[in-house]
């Protein structure tokens, strides 16, 4: 901050006015903008008014003065009309021929308007129309005018009136606030004795903003004094601080000693829970070993006298089955059994909390029912129990005991215990595990016998099943090649048939005309009925041939599609129609409508025999199972070429598949319709041609009585 900088007060004041002179100009703009609007509306609508009055005063009298050919009467009247406000032009034609004109006809701001005259006599002779042009032109000049000159006397107004308030606001506040700027930034501690004052007078009793922030600056001087005075002290102060902070540090170094002696029991509950956890043989051990070396551990780390493990039998005993004496090093196979019910206070306890942690024992009241002579016998002194937990219920009981002089137990040792026997309940089940493991041996060496003379049995039973598999796709694919012979034989025979009864009746006509002929009695008449008959017979042939003819194609190429594998260029569309062709005899039958929406152009490289028989599969499924009792039904297919791929969709909206049977439809032999036949080979059939033959993806939807969709997407080219 540079001392003694002057504080420019013109910015503020310049920026004051801008703001205020821009504001009040937009407030003008809107005011004059609403009345200039009023005063257009009225024009308008004075316009109107005079429209409507011509309209209700001024036809009658035209029409009158027409009919009577008064024309005196009809230009003071006409005079008149133009004297309405903003009526400018009139205009009197009779059969599309104008007979007065008079008034200047505007061409911006105007409102037309033609009336009817009649001669309102027994038949209300029309004797013309009247053409009134209004204008509000004027009107429009005018607004601008007086919009102009509003806004010049408000600006004007504006101006002065901001002026005078910031020349106001200048000398009542700006000057001050520079003023008080100026203190600010000039502001040294070394000077604080100088107080802030302004050129102007304050008054105490009711003080403006101004002076109060005058005060307060004042104020917060006075205060700044006061901390440099009360620093001064603190300074004192702080020496006699120090010396007690030291006092403080001898205190914090003995509690420092003790963190570092609970850090190195944390390293060492630490390593042995390490030890315990990742080491192999103490999990490969049976469970008497197990526990040996964990309590033994245990001691190590608590440094503690005893440990012993106890077990519950029952509800109503505990037996002690392992203890172990760090002093000696001994481990004992003890068989000490005491009841529970002398123990219901510690066992509660236990239950609840999980872990007792005593510091006397002949003190502590939730130990005070043990036996007080055998304690004393056996010298312990500090005791900390905690419980082993199994499947979810009390297994057990660890205590660890000190023997020469009472332990205070810390909350690292109460967590470490905690940790043991969680590791001893890892054990438990563990073990647990090994002699479920041996038993499951012992199961599986009875087994290995059966199992090879099974697997044998099975693996000859999977080639007969796979060979049979075989022999049924291979069926299914000549039955429905029958099935596709069957129907084109019947509908050949239907165009065969017309045709052969065409030819006979032809032939027949044919002699009759000759005979009549050779006996020279062959009239006009005859000749002409014959040339006609001749043409719709031959008509009907050339269409009979023709449909047969188309059947055969398609027949054939369907049929060699479908007996062999070959690939082959082929347009999608007509393929489709061809195959609908040859299962016409099926479907006609029907009262089923299938729509094709696939691009006329579209071209692929593909193995049209794999095409024929998803599309025939597909079909036949919507005819037997899907409209099975439906009168009519609707097969959808929509072929369309997405990126390098062919997508197919086909959608009937028969009766569905629930989501069970929807699974399973592709799985060889699956069928719901197996007393009516069905081999259950169709679509798994399709499922292997488009996965192995077109390397290709299937995808079926279905609800039940909505139908169900196919979703096919192979490569545009196969190869």
Avoid at 108 to 132: H, P, S
Wanted: hydrophobic share 35%; proline share 1%; aromatic share 10%.
């Amino acid at each position: 901050m540079n001392k003694g900088r002057i504080i420019n007060n013109k910015k503020l004041t310049i920026t004051l006015f801008c703001f205020l002179f821009f504001i009040s100009i937009i407030f003008t703009i809107i005011q004059t903008g609403f009345i200039l609007k009023n005063d257009y509306d009225k024009s308008i609508q004075q316009v109107n008014k005079s429209i409507t009055q011509i309209k209700n005063t001024r036809i009658e009298s035209l029409s009158i003065a027409i009919w009577q050919l008064d024309n005196s009467q009809l230009k003071i009247i006409i005079d008149n009309i133009l004297k309405l406000p903003g009526i400018t032009y009139i205009e009197i034609r009779e059969n599309n021929t104008n007979i007065v004109k008079k008034g200047k006809k505007k061409k911006k701001y105007v409102i037309e308007k033609t009336f009817d005259l009649v001669y309102k006599n027994i038949e209300n002779n029309k004797l013309g129309t009247l053409y009134v042009q209004g204008s509000y032109e004027n009107s429009i000049n005018n607004i601008y005018d007086e919009m102009i000159k509003k806004i010049l006397i408000e600006t004007i107004k504006v101006f002065s009136i901001t002026f005078i308030l910031i020349f106001i606001v200048q000398k009542l506040i700006i000057r001050h606030l520079g003023d008080m700027a100026n203190y600010a930034l000039n502001f040294d501690y070394k000077k604080l004795s100088i107080p802030l004052k302004l050129n102007k007078k304050a008054d105490k009793k009711n003080p403006d903003s101004i002076d109060i922030v005058v005060d307060a600056i004042n104020i917060m001087r006075k205060n700044l004094i006061s901390d440099m005075k009360q620093q001064a002290k603190d300074k004192t102060n702080l020496e006699l601080t120090n010396s007690k902070l030291e006092e403080e540090i001898r205190i914090r170094t003995k509690i420092e000693l003790d963190a570092l002696a609970q850090k190195e029991r944390i390293v060492k509950q630490y390593n042995t829970i390490v030890k315990l956890t990742l080491d192999e043989k103490f999990f490969n051990k049976s469970f008497k070993e197990g526990i040996y070396f964990l309590l033994k551990e245990c001691t190590k780390t608590l440094d503690v006298d005893r440990v012993s493990f106890w077990i519950f039998e029952g509800k109503d005993k505990l037996r002690c089955t392992y203890r172990y004496l760090s002093e000696k090093d001994l481990h004992i196979d003890e068989n000490k059994l005491i009841k529970t019910s002398k123990l219901t206070k510690f066992i509660s306890y236990i239950k609840k909390y999980r872990i007792l942690d005593a510091y006397d024992v002949y003190t502590d009241q939730r130990t005070i029912e043990y036996n007080q002579d055998d304690m004393k016998k056996a010298g312990i002194k500090s005791m900390l129990d905690v419980s082993i937990n199994f499947h979810d219920d009390m297994y057990g009981i660890i205590g660890f005991d000190t023997i020469k002089q009472n332990k205070m137990w810390t909350q690292d040792e109460i967590s470490f215990v905690s940790r043991i026997s969680d590791q001893i309940s890892s054990l438990l089940l563990i073990n647990e595990w090994k002699k479920a493991k041996e038993e499951i041996t012992d199961l599986n060496n009875g087994l290995e016998l059966t199992v090879e003379t099974r697997t044998k049995e099975l693996k000859e039973n999977l080639k007969n099943l796979k060979l049979a598999q075989t022999q049924l796709v291979e069926s299914e694919k000549m039955a429905s090649l029958g099935n596709l012979v069957a129907g084109v034989a019947h509908e050949i025979n239907t165009p065969v048939g017309i045709s052969l009864t065409g030819i006979t009746h032809f032939q027949h006509i044919t002699t009759e005309l000759k005979k009549l002929y050779d006996d020279n009695n062959l009239s006009q008449d005859e000749f002409e009925k014959y040339i006609k008959t001749s043409y719709e017979i031959s008509d009907s042939v050339y269409k009979s041939l023709t449909r047969a003819a188309q059947l055969i194609r398609s027949f054939k190429q369907v049929a060699v599609d479908q007996s062999n594998e070959q690939l082959r260029n082929f347009n999608i569309k007509e393929y489709i129609e061809e195959v609908l062709l040859s299962l016409h005899n099926r479907i006609k039958k029907t009262k089923h409508n299938i729509n094709i929406y696939c691009d006329k152009n579209l071209n692929i490289q593909s193995y049209p025999g794999a095409f024929s028989q998803i599309l025939t599969n597909f079909i036949m499924n919507s005819l037997i199972h899907g409209f099975k009792n439906d009168k009519e039904g609707n097969i959808e297919i929509y072929v369309t070429q997405v990126d390098n791929n062919i997508e197919i969709i086909y959608k009937d909206n028969g009766k569905g598949i629930n989501k069970t049977n929807l699974k399973k439809i592709f799985d060889p032999f699956f069928t719901t319709n197996r007393k009516g036949g069905g081999s259950g080979l169709g679509l798994n059939i399709v499922y292997n041609i488009v996965i192995n033959r077109l390397h290709g993806k299937i995808k079926a939807t279905s609800q039940i009585n909505k139908g169900i969709t196919f979703t096919i997407t192979f490569p545009l080219k196969s190869t």
